[in-house]
C-alpha cells in the first residue's frame, strides 16, 4: 500500500493565488522522499494538506491509508507532523508536556511514561527532558520535536525543514536517527528542505515542486545522471531568477 496517493490535488486561496496546480503524487512504503522547491514553489501548500491542516479546492488523495477528504481524523491517527517551528516549549521542560501529548493519543498515564521514555531512548534524549526547553541545543531541539511527532507510532512521518538552523554536525546527526527510524521502524518519511546536499545523502526520491506543479522527479542518481550536481539540476530546472516575494 503507497503511503501519500494523491490525483490532481488543487489549493486556490481566496486572495486568488493558485500555489498549487494539481499534484499527483506517489510515495511507497519504507521511503524518505524528499519535496524541492524554490520559495513559494507550493511545498508548504501542498504538505499542510497532505497532514489535514488545509483542505484541498479539488482532486483526491489517500494518506497512510485513509481517504484525506472523506477521513482526516484518520489519517491525523496515523500520521506525525514535525512543523518548521516545533513544539519544545522553551519556559518549561518537555517531559511533562511529552506525556500529555502521548495522553492525547488515548494511552493512560502509565503507557504514556512508558512510551515517551522508549522514544526518548531512541532518539538519546533519554535524561534531557526535565531540562527547560531554552537550556537545549538547536540539535536536541529538534529531536524533541522529533520525538513528539514519534509518540503514537506513525507509518507516515511529515518533516517541514528539519533541519534548517542547524550546525553540520547536528544536522548530519538528524539524518542518522531519520534513516535509522526507517531502517528500524519500517517509517516512511516526506520531508521538504532547501539543502540539496541533505535531499542527495538522505532522501531515496526527490520530487521539485515550482509554480505550484511536480517538474522534475527520481532518485537523487537519476536527477543527477550525466555528471551533474544537484545544484546544477535544480536551478536548471527551476531558473535562476529570484524567488523572493514581493511584500503587497
Ligand atoms: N494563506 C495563504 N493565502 C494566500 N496565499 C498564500 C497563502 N499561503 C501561501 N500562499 C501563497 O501560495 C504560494 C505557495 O506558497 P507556499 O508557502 O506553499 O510555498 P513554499 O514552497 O512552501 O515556499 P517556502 O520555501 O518559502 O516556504 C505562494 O505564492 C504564497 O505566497
Not at 508548504?44 to 497532514?51: N, P
Not at 512510551?115 to 538547536?138: D, K, N, Q, Y
Not at 531519520?178 to 531515496?204: K, P, Q, S
Request: aromatic residues 4%; contains cysteine.
Amino acid at each position: 500500500m503507497n503511503l501519500i496517493e494523491t490525483q490532481g490535488l488543487t489549493k486556490t486561496f481566496k486572495s486568488g493565488v493558485e500555489a498549487v496546480k494539481g499534484v499527483d503524487i506517489t510515495v511507497e512504503p519504507g521511503q524518505i522522499v524528499g519535496f524541492l522547491g524554490p520559495n513559494g514553489a507550493g511545498k508548504s501548500t501542498t504538505m499542510r494538506m497532505l497532514t489535514t491542516l488545509l483542505a484541498p479546492t479539488s482532486g483526491s488523495a489517500k494518506v497512510a491509508g485513509r481517504d484525506l477528504l472523506a477521513d482526516p481524523a484518520g489519517v491525523r491517527r496515523r500520521i506525525g507532523y514535525v512543523s518548521q517551528s516545533g513544539g519544545v516549549n522553551l519556559a518549561a521542560p518537555p517531559a511533562g508536556d511529552l506525556v500529555l501529548q502521548a495522553m492525547l493519543y488515548g494511552m493512560d498515564r502509565g503507557r504514556a511514561r512508558e512510551r515517551v521514555a522508549e522514544v526518548l531512548a531512541l532518539l538519546e534524549l533519554t535524561g534531557m527532558e526535565h531540562l527547560p526547553g531554552g537550556a537545549l541545543s538547536g540539535g536536541q531541539r529538534r529531536r524533541f520535536d522529533l520525538a513528539f511527532g514519534l509518540l503514537h507510532r506513525p507509518p507516515l512521518l511529515f518533516l517541514d525543514e528539519p533541519t534548517t538552523g542547524l550546525d553540520p554536525q547536528s544536522r548530519a546527526h538528524l539524518w542518522d536517527h531519520i534513516r535509522a527510524l526507517r531502517a528500524d521502524h519500517g517509517m516512511t518519511v516526506f520531508l521538504t528542505t532547501h539543502y540539496l546536499d541533505e535531499a542527495d545523502a538522505l532522501c531515496d526520491r526527490l520530487l521539485i515542486i515550482d509554480g505550484g506543479r511536480i517538474v522534475a522527479e527520481g532518485s537523487p542518481a537519476e536527477l543527477k545522471a550525466g555528471g551533474r550536481t544537484l545544484d546544477d539540476v535544480f536551478l536548471d530546472i527551476t531558473g535562476r531568477s529570484l524567488r523572493e516575494e514581493v511584500p503587497a
